[in-house]
Every structure is written in structure tokens, then in C-alpha cells.
């Protein structure tokens, strides 16, 4: 019997625990609170208030800076204020809880739709390399029946077919000072063409393997080229001497660009790494690894000073002279060949398997 009462009285105490708490609730509802307590409930209230209208005013100072958009006026800048978000404080959706992704990111501008234009034949194995005059009265292209073709660019039609190498053509470029034209190929030879006379007048040695990639100087009668011994060779364009070995690639090098500013020679290679080289001390200034498999193309904004490269699936946009990444550009699920940049901020990628226009 001392069991059941002790029972019984234990579940009485949980009854009066119950009644006790329901009766605070209903007093705290009516008003009827101590008045210590209440005096402690308004003051937590008012610094609730003071929080939010501090963290209201910074996101507002924050919208009011220069390179940010209208949209983020809106934006939550505190987890207090993303918690608001959520409970539908920015206008009652959560659409105004933006992430980072979406206000750094500017919307593409729009484009007039790419059309074909013309279709070229005359070549009879593999088109490797193009180059484009200044002028653009002219273009060249370098194939895998050893030839080099020198078409009109408003109709089309083939002038003048250049033969000399006697392996595939892989990089051809167009001096915009002097009537020279280069050219690289599997044979391991640089030639320059003279496009008065149309023949060799010089001959760049040094290469121990094809040579598949070669850029000029902007402003310096420098050549520089690239190829599958490893190293990109820089090159007196008039005496023919080989000013810097740029060595430091484990693999091919794959691609190279030169521009006015440092770093004035930047290299890629199949060893999935992007090297920036200081030209004056033939060194090597910064390797970027980000990317995951070999480095096939690389392209240089013409008016920003930025730079592209490209991987198998990947491309990545850097930033000179340190070469801080940017952003990636997603699309590609094959081996990227190509990247070509305009004035427009178009970027064109060409793969294996289609080509992809980014704006």
C-alpha cells in the first residue's frame, strides 16, 4: 500500500508541475508578470531591436559602395539577417536570400547568333594551325600534308601555297611589323617566311622534338616556341639566337602566349600546370595547378588584363601579373583543343566533341 500512495502522490506532483507551467504561460499571455521580470523581457527586446536595425544599416552602407549591384540591398549580409530571410522578413520569399554565387556573377550580354559563313577545302590532312593577318585582308593555314595556304579572307579564295616542312604543321603566326610569317612543325623546325619574296630567309635551331606552338612579342622582335622536348625556347627574331631556354614543364608544352606586360611569356603543358616566366630573367615568376589534367590551349583578353586556359573539361579565367584565379567556365565534358577571346568578351572553346561560345 506505501507503493500505490507513493504512486500516486508522484503523478499528483507531475499534475501540479503541469498546472504551474500552463498557469506562468497564461500569465505571461495576460500580462501578469512580475515586474523585475518584465522590466528584464523589455530590455532583451529592445537590444533585439537595436541588433537588427545595426545589421539593417550595415547591409544598407555595404549596397551604397561602388562595384555592387542595386540587388543587394536585399541581400542578407549576417546570419541573423539570413534567418530573418528564411522566415520571410525580405518581402515575405526566401528569393532574396541570394548567395555569393549569384550577385558576383554579371549577366552575359546578348549576341547576335553565330552563323556559317563559308566552308574551306584545299588542304588534304588535318588543319592544325591558323593565323590571321593585322589587316585582315588575309589568313594562313598550316596542315598535316606539310603545307602552309595563304587564303583571302572577304572571299575565300587560296592565293599562295608556301611548302618548305616536311612534317605537320602545328603553329603559324603573322608579324604585325614586318611582312615575316612564322612557322613551327613536327619536324622540329622554326621558319620564318619572307611574304615579298615568298621564301625561307631564316632558320631557328634548337629544338629536340616537334615544335607545336609558337607566339611573338607584342613590342619586341622576340619569337618564342613550345614543343614536346619540355621548354620553350625565346628567340632573337633577326640574329636568330636563342636568348632563354625556359625550362621547368615536365611534359609538352602545349601552348604559349606573349604579352606587353609581366608576365610577358605565358606557357602551358600536358603536365596540367600553367607557368608565367619573366622575360628579362628567363625565371620562372608563378605556376598555377589548379587544373587537374594536361593544359591544352590558353587565350589572352585583348583589352583586359586577364588570360584563359583550358583543360579537359575545365576552363579557367586568371588574373595578371599573379595570377589569381577568377572563375571557371563550365560546359566542356571532352579534351579542349582551342580558346579564342574577342573584343566583345566572347570567349570560343573548341573541343572534340562541339565548340562553346561563353559571354
Request: hydrophobic letters at 40%; aromatic letters at 6%.
Amino acid at each position: 500500500m506505501d507503493y500505490v500512495s507513493a504512486k500516486r502522490r508522484s503523478l499528483y506532483a507531475v499534475d501540479d508541475f503541469e498546472d504551474t507551467a500552463l498557469a506562468k504561460r497564461l500569465r505571461l499571455r495576460a500580462g501578469n508578470v512580475p515586474a523585475a521580470r518584465k522590466e528584464r523581457v523589455e530590455a532583451a527586446a529592445a537590444a533585439s531591436a537595436s541588433t537588427a536595425q545595426t545589421n539593417t544599416n550595415t547591409a544598407l552602407v555595404r549596397t551604397e559602395l561602388p562595384g555592387l549591384k542595386d540587388s543587394t540591398a536585399q541581400t542578407p549580409q549576417t546570419s541573423q539577417q539570413l534567418s530573418l530571410a528564411r522566415n520571410g522578413a525580405y518581402g515575405g520569399t526566401q528569393q532574396h536570400a541570394l548567395t555569393r554565387k549569384d550577385f558576383m556573377q554579371a549577366k552575359p550580354e546578348w549576341h547576335a547568333p553565330w552563323k556559317l559563313m563559308r566552308v574551306i577545302s584545299g588542304h588534304l590532312g588535318w588543319v592544325r594551325a591558323l593565323a590571321v593577318e593585322p589587316d585582315n585582308q588575309w589568313f594562313a593555314s598550316g596542315a598535316g600534308d606539310r603545307t602552309i595556304k595563304i587564303w583571302d579572307l572577304a572571299s575565300g579564295t587560296l592565293k599562295l601555297t608556301l611548302t618548305g616542312h616536311i612534317s605537320t604543321v602545328r603553329g603559324l603566326a603573322v608579324s604585325p611589323r614586318h611582312p615575316y610569317l612564322f612557322s613551327c612543325a613536327e619536324d622540329k623546325m622554326v621558319k620564318c617566311w619572307d611574304l615579298e619574296t615568298n621564301k625561307v630567309i631564316r632558320h631557328y635551331h634548337g629544338h629536340l622534338s616537334g615544335v607545336y606552338t609558337m607566339s611573338l612579342h607584342p613590342t619586341l622582335d622576340v619569337l618564342v616556341t613550345g614543343g614536346r622536348d619540355g621548354v620553350a625556347r625565346v628567340w632573337d627574331m633577326r640574329s636568330r639566337s636563342n636568348i632563354h631556354v625556359l625550362s621547368g614543364h615536365k611534359g609538352t608544352v602545349t601552348d604559349v602566349k606573349c604579352q606587353e606586360g609581366d608576365p610577358q611569356v605565358i606557357t602551358s603543358s600536358l603536365d596540367s600546370t600553367v607557368r608565367l616566366w619573366d622575360l628579362a630573367a628567363g625565371k620562372t615568376m608563378g605556376v598555377l595547378t589548379h587544373h587537374k589534367k594536361g593544359v591544352r590551349a590558353l587565350a589572352i583578353h585583348p583589352k583586359e588584363f586577364t588570360f584563359a586556359s583550358a583543360s579537359t573539361g575545365a576552363i579557367k579565367q586568371w588574373k595578371c601579373p599573379e595570377g589569381a584565379l577568377m572563375q571557371n567556365f563550365d560546359g566542356h565534358n571532352s579534351i579542349i583543343n582551342t580558346l579564342a577571346v574577342n573584343e566583345d568578351n566572347v570567349m570560343i572553346s573548341g573541343g572534340r566533341v562541339f565548340f562553346l561560345i561563353h559571354s
